[in-house]
């Protein structure tokens, strides 16, 4: 079936997932996600990838304001879901590292080139924030157990809130993509960017994995 045909016959949500698995099974493979998993990442090395996170954060959430009004973005903008102030939080715990990344900087610019169409910033919203409520909850309790952790301090990046229950939100969330006035064009653009952000996440853990020797516990 080629993918316009399963754009057609299948939801967005679905065309998302099983269109970018690919990309997305390359990415959560990656030396340094592995390392992380495996909890042999020491404090420093989290920091440092902690604040990378937070300027990819920071990009998307500024540009959620932007869009806000947009007649596709606002179908998933959503304030309570916002990570950049728990981000600061863990930063505050693990220390704040400044250090250059192309990587980053790469991911930083097509988020803000998403304002462009409401499409594009789905993708990256997408991509993230259901990450972080699926497989990002293994990784906050890998953290917590690794370095002895209790009450949510160091780990509120993984903690949502205002979210009692994942799986209802994201039955929801993908509700609301599957409802989203798409053609076949606008599905398809919406999966190849879905695709690119598996990548630059993908080219941020591959940065992260040329830091090892300094960060391995």
Aim: hydrophobic share 45%.
């Amino acid at each position: 079936m080629t993918l316009v045909a399963e754009s057609r016959e299948t939801s967005l949500s679905a065309l998302l997932r099983s269109g970018s698995q690919a990309e997305h099974t390359a990415a959560e493979g990656s030396t340094f996600m592995s390392e992380l998993l495996a909890g042999r990442i020491d404090g420093a090395g989290y920091a440092h990838f902690l604040g990378l996170l937070r300027r990819v954060y920071e990009a998307l959430e500024t540009t959620a304001a932007e869009l806000a009004h947009d007649p596709v973005a606002s179908a998933v903008v959503d304030p309570s879901i916002e990570r950049l102030a728990a981000i600061d939080a863990d930063l505050d715990h693990w220390g704040r590292v400044t250090v250059d990344s192309p990587a980053t900087d790469a991911y930083v610019a097509r988020i803000r080139a998403s304002a462009a169409w409401g499409g594009l910033f789905v993708a990256h919203h997408y991509t993230r924030y259901l990450g972080d409520l699926s497989g990002g909850q293994a990784i906050g309790r890998i953290i917590g157990r690794e370095f002895g952790l209790d009450g949510g301090v160091g780990t509120a990046f993984y903690s949502f809130e205002n979210v009692p229950k994942p799986k209802l939100y994201k039955d929801a969330y993908r509700a609301r993509l599957d409802a989203l006035p798409l053609d076949d064009a606008g599905r398809l653009r919406v999966l190849d960017e879905v695709k690119a952000v598996f990548a630059l996440n993908g080219g941020l853990f591959a940065e992260m994995t040329t830091h090892l020797d300094r960060y391995t516990r």
